[in-house]
T-cell receptor
Framework: DTAVSQTPKYLVTQMGNDKSIKCEQN?????MYWYKQDSKKFLKIMFS???????INETVPNRFSPKSPDKAHLNLHINSLELGDSAVYFC?????????????FGPGTRLLVL | QKEVEQDPGPLSVPEGAIVSLNCTYS??????FMWYRQYSRKGPELLMY????GNKEDGRFTAQVDKSSKYISLFIRDSQPSDSATYLC????????????FGKGITLSVRP
């Protein structure tokens, strides 16, 4: 039983396309996150949602739009993909806000933009 | 100065060695400290979670936090080849807009 799952695991697409990544957690947590990990393995927060409300929105291009239909799901839609968007995107969840609740990560979605 | 600095790697040790991994930070508001282990092509896995200063032990792993020096450490005793992974420190303050700030990670290789 996977705690935090993401689909798809791999995504290869052309520049200019629009794509979505989905995340689901079955831990009963109330906070979910999207992180980006670049080629140097640096992990950086993009967005976080608490009880379906956006609470953190880092300096991320408007082409990235998160959506949380319910507490267990957080999706990421990316418009007009660029070469620099190539990275691994991780979803995570926690009970309570960042730090207060330890975060658990999904397996990642490897995005390659050609 | 970056908010979280982690010792650069990579680090290679023989099996059975004691490993010490370290991070320093500049934000005195940080109260929650974590260590994550990330195997190649996998998601980060929570290894240790500590609140405020002090030590925490879990099997072969010990996490130390020294808030006065803004310094945290992870010790691995009797290291095993299965410990070979990237280790990331992470920390956070409390509050509505708190977020986890990660170090850059250090890649550890334990040689049989």
């Amino acid at each position: 039983d996977t705690a935090v799952s993401q689909t798809p695991k791999y995504l290869v697409t052309q520049m200019g396309n629009d794509k979505s990544i989905k995340c689901e957690q079955n831990l009963g947590h109330d906070t979910m996150y999207w992180y980006k990990q670049d080629s140097k393995k640096f992990l950086k927060i993009m967005f976080s949602y608490n009880n379906k409300e956006l609470i953190i929105n880092e300096t991320v291009p408007n082409r990235f739009s998160p959506k949380s239909p319910d507490k267990a799901h957080l999706n990421l839609h990316i418009n007009s993909l660029e070469l620099g968007d190539s990275a691994v995107y991780f979803c995570a969840s926690s009970q309570g806000l960042a730090g207060v609740g330890a975060q658990y990560f999904g397996p990642g979605t490897r995005l390659l933009v050609l | 100065q970056k908010e979280v600095e982690q010792d650069p790697g990579p680090l290679s040790v023989p099996e059975g060695a004691i490993v010490s991994l370290n991070c320093t930070y500049s934000n005195s508001a940080f109260q929650y400290f974590m260590w994550y282990r990330q195997y190649s092509r996998k998601g980060p896995e929570l290894l240790m979670y500590t609140y405020s200063s002090g030590n925490k032990e879990d099997g072969r792993f010990t996490a130390q936090v020294d808030k006065s020096s803004k310094y945290i450490s992870l010790f691995i005793r009797d290291s095993q080849p299965s410990d070979s992974a990237t280790y990331l420190c992470a920390m956070s303050s409390s509050g509505a807009n708190s977020k986890l700030t990660f170090g850059k990670g250090i890649t550890l290789s334990v040689r049989p």
